[in-house]
């Protein structure tokens, strides 16, 4: 089992800067893709950024050139830093994992229990 921790939401400004992070603990065999996913009230729970196994990134057009994210294998963390926040990336965020707790085992979803960042105008 691979248990993700979430950390650093908050309230901000119009223009501020927030950095998440994701720390994943347990039996973790392999990560396959660490990412992070945001929901807004009303809207469906939507892609922000990933980062593969290999390194590859990708990014919603919404936060491409603000957000950034990286990770750390040797801590098995990641981290979305939001720059230039706007209101409308007010959302609950939730990290993610694609990852194996055994060798054999094919690889699953896992979910961060959700921060909430809020950017008032």
């Known amino acids: 089992q691979v248990h993700l921790v979430e950390s650093g939401g908050g309230l901000v400004q119009t223009g501020g800067s927030l950095r998440l992070s994701c720390a994943a603990s347990?039996?973790?065999?392999?990560?396959?893709?660490m990412g992070w996913y945001r929901q807004a009230p009303g809207k469906q729970r939507e892609l922000v950024a990933i980062?593969?196994?290999?390194?590859?990134?990708n990014y919603a057009d919404s936060v491409k050139g603000r957000f950034t994210i990286s990770r750390d294998n040797a801590k098995n963390t990641w981290y979305l830093q939001m720059n230039s926040l706007k209101p409308e990336d007010t959302a609950v965020y939730y990290c993610?994992?694609?990852?194996?707790?055994?060798?054999?085992?094919?690889?699953?979803?896992?979910w961060g229990q959700g921060t909430q960042v809020t950017v008032s105008s």
């Open positions: 993610h994992a694609r990852a194996s707790g055994d060798p054999g085992i094919p690889p699953r979803d896992y």
């Open positions: 980062i593969t196994r290999g390194g590859s990134t």
């Open positions: 347990g039996s973790i065999f392999s990560i396959w893709s």
